[in-house]
């Protein structure tokens, strides 16, 4: 999968998604809507979970990524320290990804295998603008072209919830080299039905949304 084939899509044959808000939209990594519970913190996408694990000898930088509200915002307050991601990133970050899928699937197993189901038979394809590793780019004709990685994880999933589901039931760690989350070894995730947060963690969501739409009315009167 790693050094998955280069290959063209035909657009109108595929579920295709780009944006978070589409029909197919939950498939995306930046989807808000499939929180993720662990180690007692509520990290609120498969992306900042992702994004994190670039970072197991970095706890703060790890905080910073689950802590953000946005995905983009955590993805892009992480880039300046791309360069210290894990040296061996390069061969993980598939087995990472796949692991991240498992883990949202496990912890929103209806909404998230429903719509899994929905996409039938026909190939998932990320829809992106720079990205043809994890997804495909527009080409001439009307196809998308590219390693298609993340549809592949997609589909590979889909297979799975299809014909084997019980192994969803549990989604074991990695077994690669300090597989970390703010200094805890991560743990063998059990699936249950969507996350529901608990107190502490509304407390904390409700507060930094409210102190992000205080700077953000703060910002207004600025501009
Ligand atoms: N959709 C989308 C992205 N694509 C997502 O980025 C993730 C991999 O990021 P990287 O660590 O840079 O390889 C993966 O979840 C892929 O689906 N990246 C973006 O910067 N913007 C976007 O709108």
Redo the contacts with the bound molecule.
Sequence with gaps: MAHAEFRSYQRDQVVSFRKTTEDFGGL???APGFPIAMLGHLIRTS?AL??ACRFPHMPDVQRMVIVETSP?TA?MKSKPYRKDTRPDWEDVRVPVMRWCLRVKLAQNWETFSALLMATGDRPIV?D?RK?DY??AKAAEDDLLAGRNV?GRLLMELREIVRSDPDRIAEVLPLDIPQFVLLGHQIPTIKRKMNVVPNQAQVRELTHSAAKKSARKSKQDVLL
Excluded: F, V
């Design positions: 995306s990594n930046m992306e992702y994004q983009m993805k990320e992106s990205d994890w997804g993340l």
